[in-house]
């Protein structure tokens, strides 16, 4: 089975534009989650979806926010970017929402110049 | 507030020998446990979890240990391989907040040929 996937890899913009970043989750998966990685804040859930429905979410601004399809993709966007959003931005996938494993993807490294 | 602490940044061992990690949780809805581990610009890979039912799970060389009352929980590896070396997350979610991770800041563990 494929892992989780992500794209793009890498992204580079400028303050004050917007980002969307895709997840595509292991097949048969219908929860994906969000999460930000920064050396000052760590991991940090931004929110969650399961069948194209947010479940949960993080203590972000509402700059943050996301969306699932049908088929479980799920996209998440920052608007107005910030210099402090530069980060490793990585998607996790699970069978269902709850106690169950977790797979992350690579990760979307943005940095915001 | 750090609801999940990991309380080493660091860790050091032989190869062959074992390495124990160890993680301290203060909120008391928490009842899953998962540890990943992560090398650099990879997403986390899952390793292992552990219910609150439990007290100990094993799958080959990792075994996680919960200590409910103490509320903490360690990860042990043994052998210890130089492959195992990269950094070691502890996360852990409470059954009301579906597939939400908070996660420790990490150990790096460093396994010496």
């Known amino acids: 089975k494929a892992g989780v996937t992500q794209t793009p890899r890498y992204l580079i913009k400028t303050r004050g534009q917007q980002v969307t970043l895709s997840c595509s989750p292991i097949?048969?998966?219908?929860?994906v989650s969000w999460y930000q990685q920064t050396p000052g804040q760590g991991l940090q859930f931004l929110f969650e979806?399961?069948?194209?429905?947010?479940?949960n979410k993080g203590n972000f601004p509402g700059r943050f926010s996301g969306r699932q399809f049908s088929n479980s993709r799920s996209e998440m966007n920052v608007s107005t970017l910030e210099l402090g959003d530069s980060a490793l931005y990585l998607c996790a996938s699970s069978s269902k929402t709850g106690h169950y494993e977790q797979y992350f993807g690579p990760g979307t490294r943005l940095t915001v110049t | 507030d750090q609801q999940v602490k990991q309380n080493s940044p660091s860790l050091s061992v032989q190869e062959g020998r074992i390495s124990i990690l160890n993680c301290d949780y203060t909120n008391s809805m928490f009842d899953y446990f998962l540890w990943y581990k992560k090398y650099p610009a990879e997403g986390p890979t899952f390793l292992i979890s552990?219910?609150?039912?439990?007290d100990k799970n094993e799958d080959g060389r990792f075994t996680v240990f919960l200590n409910k009352s103490a509320k903490h929980l360690s990860l042990h590896i043994v052998p210890s391989q130089p492959g195992d070396s990269a950094v070691y997350f502890c996360?852990?979610?409470?059954?009301?907040?579906?597939?939400?991770?908070?996660f420790g800041e990490g150990t790096q563990l460093t396994v010496n040929p």
């Open positions: 552990i219910s609150s039912i439990k």
């Open positions: 996360a852990a979610s409470a059954f009301t907040s579906g597939s939400r991770l908070t």
């Open positions: 979806y399961f069948s194209e429905t947010q479940r």
């Open positions: 097949s048969g998966h219908r929860s």
